[in-house]
């Protein structure tokens, strides 16, 4: 069984910032790519940014400069530092791995989110 497992929200002032965490496990022989998703209240689930594992990032245009995806030396772990939050940065955030698993089969996992709520 695959699980993604996040921590790190909270709730935090505009201009501070929050570091999430996320880490993968069960019978994994890769985690390519690993990212972050948000979903505000009313709103879809929307990108925030992904990392590949040669380490090539991808970020919505909102969070570019304030936020740094990164992996952690620990395998299929990822990070999200978040600086200089807006109050529109209120979401769940979601993690998320393609993974593809011992047995051969690939699909995408999401964890159970984890609420960064931003007050102005």
């Known amino acids: 069984q695959v699980q993604l497992v996040e921590s790190g929200g909270g709730l935090v002032q505009a201009g501070g910032s929050l570091r999430l965490s996320c880490a993968a496990s069960g019978r994994i022989f890769s985690a390519n790519p690993m990212g972050w998703y948000r979903q505000a209240p009313g709103k879809q689930r929307e990108l925030v940014c992904t990392?590949?594992?040669?380490?090539?990032?991808n970020y919505a245009d909102s969070v570019k400069g304030r936020f740094t995806i990164s992996r952690g030396d620990a395998k299929n772990t990822v990070y999200l530092q978040m600086n200089n939050l807006k109050p529109e940065d209120t979401a769940v955030y979601y993690c998320?791995?393609?993974?593809?698993?011992?047995?051969?089969?690939?699909?995408?996992?999401w964890g159970q989110g984890t609420q960064v709520t931003v007050s102005s």
């Open positions: 998320y791995a393609r993974i593809t698993t011992t047995f051969g089969m690939a699909r995408d996992y």
């Open positions: 990392i590949t594992s040669g380490d090539s990032t």
